[in-house]
């Protein structure tokens, strides 16, 4: 054994100087998250606290004024549904003051302000408002108006007074929030300095330990034991430095004696892994070839099925021709089971070979505008709805990227599904519609038929099942295995929405074009937060109608039975939004 170097080992004062660093970055880091908790608790005041308190103040002036000006208007009227904005905003009046009350532990000078706000809302209610609905109810709109004086708008205008100055205050409130943020952010900051300069000290003292007693014994020991990897396996390796090393180095000399003993069992281990990975690749390949064999098979097989099963149907169809009425009643209906057994097996084939087809027998993909598709697929299923006294209307669609036969498959299994499965009692009426969520289209066909219990939401999809009987409902239960085949082709998925309050919704996804996603969220970026009011020129008169327009808007969820827009195609109506 070669002689062991004294003093510290290595581990020893790397140790050493990781705890030295580790207790400097551990109180460095216990102030960070102290400094980064009043941080994030001062950004949710600004963020939930201020933020909403001065979205609620304008609401509360937006209620305000409605007040005002319905008593106004009842008083010049005399109609009591004028009377109804009235209403309304001491509803919404009660809303946002609850709302706001809920905000205000943590600012009483707020909540003085907004009591200050409910006393001179009260005291012009008691002695403006209710008197004027009063005396106009009894006595007249001029006796009503005799009473809205310039003393009563002097009155309101000293509740506006009151809300500008509870909106000061919240103001003022949220600008020091946002000043205790940025100072709160700024020490942070220089904490996150010290604590980098902290590991850039450390390491660097690391680095400078690690060259002197790491690095250079190891460049030693690289270069004898390259030596030995060049072949001289009688080259002694001897190392300096740390204990730690020595020993390595005396291991590595003790590994070097056996390395011309190993070195053949090594180059056979070696020829035996080669060996493997080619019957693996070799395996792989065939593999990949049995799959595509078994699918020409399928293809193949269903497609000679059609020659013997079309001969079998033709002269079936013959002897119910030909023998019809002439044998007894029961050979008529063997007859006529042969019959109907031909046609089923001829649809099963047709469909399977449908859905082999798919995503074998490619055209490219290009970019495809859906409502071109939805007019394909109205003129596909019009002897269908009117058959059925069906109703199809679909709002804007979007254009994707895909396969345009396929995506007019995909709809108009969707949309032939929808009608085939109706209510006997109920027209049939079947809406399309779509929306962009994240980066995907999300697309819905809605209908007002049977529905689908929840239970059977995911064997729908299953090639040839059913959950009914033929004689109920016809078909072959591939079509709705079709769909999801196709939707995964173009990279979407599909299911059933069962939260829907009548019939069937099923929605799956496509991917948006890269336009359509910038987009959508160039527009999310050009919204402005604040609530539109008194400030941004809207007069109190144009807030009822403002309100009343966004309720009777474009925010309704859709909905097969409500059409915005309509022309009429024979006996059905299809709507493009």
């Known amino acids: 054994m070669r002689p062991v170097v004294g003093g510290w080992s290595l581990r020893r004062r790397v140790i050493t100087l990781l705890t030295v660093v580790g207790v400097l970055l551990i ?9 980064a908790a009043r941080n994030r608790t001062q950004i949710d005041a600004v963020l939930n606290e201020t933020g909403p308190l ?9 209620a305000l004024l409605d007040q005002e000006t319905a008593i106004r208007g009842y008083a010049v009227s005399g109609n009591p549904a004028d009377l109804d904005p009235y209403r309304e905003g001491l509803e919404q009046e009660k809303n946002v003051v609850a709302s706001m009350r809920a905000l205000l532990d943590d600012y009483p000078q707020i909540g003085q302000e907004l009591r200050i706000v409910e006393e001179r809302t009260a005291q012009w209610r008691q002695s403006v408002a209710e008197p004027v609905i009063t005396t106009t109810e009894q006595s007249g709109t001029s006796a009503g108006q005799a009473l809205v004086t310039e003393r009563a708008r002097q009155q309101f205008d000293q509740v506006r007074s009151a809300v500008n100055d509870l909106q000061e205050e919240i103001l003022a409130a949220r600008e020091q929030a946002a000043a205790d943020v940025r100072t ?3 020490v942070l900051v220089v904490l996150l300095i010290v604590a980098a300069l902290v590991v850039v000290v450390a390491g660097a003292l690391l680095v400078l330990s690690l060259d002197r007693m790491v690095i250079r014994p190891l460049i030693g020991l690289a270069d004898q034991v390259r030596e030995v990897a060049e072949g001289d396996y009688q080259h002694g390796i001897a190392t300096t430095g740390p204990p730690e090393f020595i020993r390595l180095g005396q291991d590595v000399d003790a590994m070097r004696q056996k390395i011309a003993a190993d070195l053949a069992e090594v180059r056979a281990a070696r020829e035996r892994i080669e060996w493997v990975n080619s019957q693996l690749q070799k395996q792989a390949e065939e593999l990949t070839r049995s799959n595509r064999d078994l699918e020409q098979f399928a293809y193949v097989a269903s497609h000679d099925l059609q020659e013997p099963l079309r001969k079998v149907a033709s002269f079936c169809q013959l002897l119910q021709r030909r023998y019809a009425g002439q044998l007894d009643e029961r050979a008529d209906q063997y007859i006529a089971f042969a019959v109907d057994g031909a046609q089923r097996m001829q649809r099963l084939i047709n469909d399977l070979l449908a859905f082999s087809r798919i995503g074998r027998l490619t055209t490219g993909f290009v970019e495809v505008d859906l409502n071109k598709v939805m007019g394909d697929v109205a003129g596909q299923t019009e002897a269908a709805r009117q058959y059925a006294d069906a109703e199809l209307t679909w709002t804007e669609l979007p254009v994707i990227s895909g396969e345009e036969p396929l995506l007019t498959n995909l709809l108009a ?13 109920v027209p049939s009426k079947v809406h399309i519609s779509a929306r962009l969520v994240g980066t995907e289209w999300e697309i819905s066909c809605q209908d007002n038929g049977i529905g689908i219990e929840p239970e059977f939401a995911d064997k729908i999809f299953v090639i040839f099942q059913r959950l009914h009987s033929k004689d109920a409902y016809p078909g072959t239960g591939i079509g709705l295995a079709i769909v999801k085949k196709i939707v995964e082709y173009h990279g979407g998925r599909v299911w059933v929405d069962t939260d829907v309050p009548e019939g069937t919704a099923i929605r799956f996804t496509l991917p948006a074009l890269p336009g359509d996603v910038e987009a959508a969220a160039a527009a999310d970026s050009s919204e402005q937060p604040d609530a539109p009011g008194a400030e941004d020129g809207t007069s109190s008169n144009e807030a009822p109608a403002a309100l009343t327009e966004q309720a009777d808007g474009s925010d309704q969820p859709d909905r097969a039975d409500e059409t915005p827009e309509s022309g009429r195609t024979g006996d059905m109506r299809e709507t493009v939004g």
């Open 413 to 425: 299994n969707l949309v032939s599904n929808s009608i085939k499965f109706r209510r006997p009692d």
């Open 184 to 186: 709160s952010s700024n």
């Open 54 to 62: 001065r979205v609620q103040s304008q609401e509360l002036l937006n």
């Open 27 to 35: 109180g460095l880091a216990t102030a960070e998250a102290a400094m």
